[in-house]
């Protein structure tokens, strides 16, 4: 007689178990992106801009501007123009061909939101979350964890015990070296964190001690072509220019002070090869820029500048054309 009790039928030889009909899952992480996962990552500061994340700053910053200096801005700020010049900078991405991303948060939420760049840094496998070193922009990170979830984008890392780390103290100097800036954001114990991160990727990590009083390294350094860096005079960490230079960079030192003028210029993002969108109205240097052959689109930022940041803080980098192929990771 057959026994209709299917819980003696052995499970060995069926699918979940490893049978037949078992489908082994070969594909890379990194070869998933763009398909299980969304298009993202980057492995250069220069290749062509695909893809940001932003936030327009809302009411956070109304009503956090009795005293600007405890959140860590210049000065007051009217939301209203600080919203038309972020519009203004988000067309700009949108006129270039770049895909806009808002963080959309749940509210009410930090008024230092708005600077993306320092919220997350991208590799070629994914984001890594940043840990922001100030309690005023503690818990950022979670809204963007959350929109990046929502778009696909893999997070390789959260950063835990003591670290601290934003995304602007890191740049790519090829696809398989990354510098880090040492200071007042990003600690040892973060270093040590993403450092072994990226080991495991095939990835070297570099870390460089910054001057006391700067904020983040995307203040001393701009990357614009494979060839071509922008860097502060006798600020930017000596190894890190003996770096750039043995990799085959042309290391240009424009014209820098110590003025406002200064910091928002080199606070811009590049969009592609040898083209940047930057500050409007800084026309000396946007003719400096220009005799390196570099195309310069512009946006006004007067009264976001008033938070401290610029277009580069203000946009935080998900996707650029990868100049290494994808290959087993």
């Not at 760049?117 to 005023?136: C, E, K, N, Q, Y």
């Not at 964890?145 to 090829?174: H, Q, S, V």
């Not at 820098?256 to 026309?283: C, E, K, W």
């Not at 390196?292 to 512009?298: A, F, M």
């Amino acid at each position: 007689m057959v026994s209709n009790d299917k819980s003696s039928t052995s499970t060995f030889g069926s699918a979940a178990y490893g049978g037949d009909n078992w489908s082994p899952r070969l594909a890379t992480h990194r070869e998933e992106l763009g398909g299980l996962w969304a298009d993202c990552g980057i492995d250069s500061e220069w290749g062509l801009l695909k893809s940001v994340l932003v936030h327009c700053p809302g009411e956070e910053l109304n009503a956090a501007q009795d005293d600007h200096d405890a959140i860590q801005m210049l000065d007051t700020v009217d939301l209203g123009r600080a919203r038309e010049e972020h519009q203004a900078m988000v067309e700009a991405y949108r006129s270039a061909g770049v895909e806009v991303h808002a963080v959309e948060p749940d509210l009410p939420c930090a008024p230092n939101l708005m600077f993306c760049a320092d919220l997350l840094v991208m590799t070629p496998h994914g984001a890594i979350l940043a840990r922001p070193a100030s309690t005023v922009r503690a818990g950022e990170e979670r809204q963007v964890a959350r929109k990046l979830a929502a778009l696909g984008i893999p997070i390789l890392a959260t950063l835990t015990g003591n670290a601290t780390f934003e995304g602007a103290d890191l740049m790519w100097l090829d696809e398989k070296t990354a510098m880090i800036g040492r200071g007042l954001r990003t600690n040892d114990v973060a270093i040590l964190q993403i450092g072994n991160l990226l080991s495991g990727l095939g990835i070297e990590l570099i870390a460089v001690d910054m001057p006391f009083g700067s904020m983040h390294f995307m203040g001393m350094l701009r990357i614009v072509d494979r060839d071509l860096a922008i860097c502060w005079p006798r600020r930017t960490p000596h190894r890190c220019v003996i770096q750039l230079r043995e990799l085959g960079y042309q290391v240009i030192f424009p014209d820098f002070h110590d003025d406002q003028a200064s910091y928002r210029g080199i606070n811009f993002v590049t969009l592609g090869p040898r083209r940047i969108l930057m500050v409007a109205g800084l026309t000396s240097l946007q003719d400096e820029f220009e005799k390196l052959g570099i195309d310069c689109l512009t946006c006004p930022t007067d009264e976001l500048s008033r938070a401290a940041g610029n277009v580069g803080c203000l946009t935080g980098v998900l996707w650029r054309d990868q100049q290494q192929a994808v290959h087993s990771g």
